[in-house]
Nanobody, 124 residues
Framework: QVQLVESGGGSVQAGGSLRLSCVASRPTFSGYNMGWFRQAPGKEREFVAAITWSGGTRYYGDAAKGRFTISRDNAKNTAYLQMNSLKPGDTAVYYC?????????????????WGQGTQVTVVS
């Protein structure tokens, strides 16, 4: 069993930045993709970004392109999501997840382990 713990959420003004972190409880993290998703009230969970184990390939959802950056540090069992130019529409609970390599990184069913989420609120 792998536990994922997100941190770094909070309330920020529009145009501001936040950096989310996701720490895995043990190194089974290795070889797995890492993804970030978000879910706003009354909406389905939405793909934000994903990164392969090597970090060589990164994927972004439409809302994240050009503003968010995903990265990982395998030595620390940690993944990050740097979010810049935040908008009120980015308000959601952000979840990290990890799963075996897959080309369909936007598919929630491809992820085996999920964190509990961290709230991000962007105020105008």
């Amino acid at each position: 069993q792998v536990q994922l713990v997100e941190s770094g959420g909070g309330s920020v003004q529009a145009g501001g930045s936040l950096r989310l972190s996701c720490v895995a409880s043990r190194p089974t993290f290795s070889g797995y993709n890492m993804g970030w998703f978000r879910q706003a009230p009354g909406k389905e969970r939405e793909f934000v970004a994903a990164i392969t184990w090597s970090g060589g390939t990164r994927y972004y959802g439409d809302a994240a392109k050009g503003r968010f950056t995903i990265s990982r540090d395998n030595a620390k069992n940690t993944a990050y999501l740097q979010m810049n130019s935040l908008k009120p529409g980015d308000t959601a609970v952000y979840y990290c997840a990890t799963g075996r390599p897959s080309s369909t990184v936007w598919d929630t069913s491809k992820y085996t382990y999920w964190g509990q989420g961290t709230q991000v609120t962007v105020v105008s």
